[in-house]
């Protein structure tokens, strides 16, 4: 009931088209849905996160889509450049939880985005 | 000062070898992490601080040993490390205790001979 599920594992597009990377969850309690990109060698960055209460959020060219009936969200990159070549995470947590409120990771997805 | 620093940001050392890695947040978070994360593979949570006691072990071995001196500072203290034990050791921090929103450090690459 912990787990998340991430997909694809890896992901090529081209300049200027849309990446869509998916994440499905089992556990109802979790409510903080967070992305983090990260680059070779370095530290995972905060993207972009939602709660439940809105089906989507939107920053820049980053959008998170959230369907709480199917306990799955996703996060679309559109106009992707070169320079969003980076693994993302998704992951998913109580966000008071305390004690449970760990990150469970998804297993990531290599994104490359060729010119 | 908005993020996490950690030093050294590259460690070799051999198998017998006494080192410590340390983590700084000056954002006023009340709760860090350290994760050790292997190539190709998500962060693994090691330890949690929550307002400066030790609140998660995951079950992680003796050898990596935690410390939490004060609300800003977090050392992970490491002995005997064996040579699987290589990998990227990330720290974390977040503002309201454990839980919530989680920024992370860049990381220590530790390589053990």
């Known amino acids: 009931q912990q787990q998340v599920k991430q997909s694809p594992q890896s992901l090529i597009v081209q300049k200027g088209g849309i990446s869509i990377i998916n994440c499905a969850y089992e556990?109802?309690?979790?409510?903080?849905f967070p992305w983090y990109q990260q680059f070779p060698g370095k530290g995972p960055a905060l993207l972009i996160a939602?709660?439940?209460?809105?089906s989507e959020k939107k920053e820049g060219r980053f959008t998170i889509s959230f369907n709480k009936s199917a306990k799955q969200f996703s996060l679309h990159i559109m106009d992707s450049q070169p320079g969003d070549s980076a693994t993302y995470f998704c992951?998913?947590?109580?966000?008071?939880?305390?004690?449970?409120?760990?990150?469970?990771f998804g297993k990531g997805t290599k994104l490359s985005v060729k010119p | 000062d908005t993020e996490v620093t950690q030093t050294p940001k590259h460690l070799v050392m051999g198998m017998t070898n006494k080192k410590s890695l340390k983590c700084e947040q000056h954002?006023?978070?009340?709760?860090m992490y350290w994760y050790k994360q292997k190539a190709k593979k998500p962060p693994e949570l090691m330890f949690v601080?929550?307002?400066?006691?030790l609140s998660i072990n995951e079950s992680v071995p003796s050898r990596f040993s935690p410390e939490c001196p004060n609300s800003s500072l977090l050392n992970l203290h490491l002995h005997a490390l064996q040579p699987e034990d290589s990998a990227l050791y990330l720290c974390?921090?977040?503002?309201w205790g454990q839980g919530n929103e989680q920024f992370f450090g860049p990381g220590t690459r530790l390589t053990v001979l």
């Open positions: 939602i709660r439940p209460d809105v």
């Open positions: 992951a998913a947590s109580r966000f008071y939880g305390g004690s449970q409120g760990n990150l469970i």
């Open positions: 601080y929550s307002y400066e006691k």
């Open positions: 556990n109802t309690a979790f409510d903080y």
């Open positions: 974390a921090s977040s503002p």
């Open positions: 954002m006023g978070h009340r709760a």
